[in-house]
């Protein structure tokens, strides 16, 4: 060893003490886990018993018939408007939304927790639910596709960002306080600039989600690509099925890649 090198000792094992933390660990996932299984009342024999019918449908799916394709463009591009509108309003929105479900710029319990128990109701209602029941309100269409995304996105980025908010480090605003700035100062000048990032990254976020949401929102007659879909699906085209299955994956794949993008300029 050269001089002024630095002794660095092994780290110390303890196997028998590993072993009894990963046996401890199996009981107890066995423990848990069958009895919820046996609960359930899962029937593996008609699995078994009904494989032919699953791949009969999957040999239909991997036959796509790109003929359909044409027909399935202005539907996407219903999707994607959704998808993006949605995005937007729910972008503009959970700023202020967000500011008064965390703790460091909302100081005040009782609007922070009512903040909270609405935000959380809103993330408890199944998407399918808000969207079965804004097309009976309005009618079939974009809008209510559009209502529930921006529902969904509003539950979403509320609740990510503002426990980010909590878990942070709040210096700088500690700084204002001291500088005599009063809440509302303080998130405009410190606070929201430090938060952009987390802002701008679930907003990407939420809109990747919401071309996969929208088709199947259109189930329910909520517009987009979800519609036609379900139409060809009761009609038992799975050729049909495949190539909108196929173009959904290509749009969200060609959304995520024009995210990162954006995140690595943003971060």
């Known amino acids: 060893m050269t001089t002024g090198e630095l002794a660095v000792p092994a780290r110390p094992t303890n196997r028998f003490r590993t072993a009894l933390i ?39 799916l991997l036959q796509p018939n790109f ?36 703790s460091p710029t909302n100081p005040n319990s009782w609007t922070r927790i009512t903040v909270r128990t609405l935000v959380n109701i809103v993330r408890s209602v199944p998407d399918l639910v ?15 596709g559009v209502l529930t995304l921006f529902l969904f996105n509003i539950g979403i980025v509320v609740k990510l960002v503002s426990e980010a908010i909590d878990s942070s480090d709040h210096g700088y605003m500690e700084a204002g306080r001291a500088a005599g700035g009063t809440q509302l100062q303080i998130n405009r000048v410190t606070a929201l600039p430090q938060t952009w990032p ?6 990407l976020y939420t809109l990747e989600l919401n071309v996969r949401i929208s088709a199947i929102l259109g189930i329910v007659g909520a517009g987009g690509i979800g519609r036609i879909l379900d139409e060809r699906r009761a009609f038992y085209a799975y050729g049909d099925v ?7 994956l290509v749009v969200v794949i060609l959304i995520e890649i024009m995210s990162n993008l954006l995140r690595k300029r943003l971060v």
């Open 130 to 144: 808000f969207a079965t029941v804004l097309v009976a309100m309005v009618g079939v269409g974009a809008l209510p």
């Open 242 to 248: 495949s190539v909108i299955i196929l173009e959904i």
């Open 67 to 102: 003929a359909f394709l044409p027909r399935t463009w202005a539907p996407m591009l219903e999707t994607l408007q959704m998808a993006l509108v949605g995005a937007v309003a729910s972008a503009i929105v959970s700023v202020p939304i967000t500011l008064w479900a965390a």
């Open 198 to 203: 987390l802002f701008a990254n679930q907003w």
């Open 22 to 60: 990963v046996a401890a660990f199996v009981a107890f996932t066995v423990a848990t886990c069958i009895p919820a299984i046996g609960g359930i009342d899962l029937d593996v024999g008609a699995i078994v018993r009904n494989w032919r019918n699953g791949a009969g449908k999957m040999l239909q």
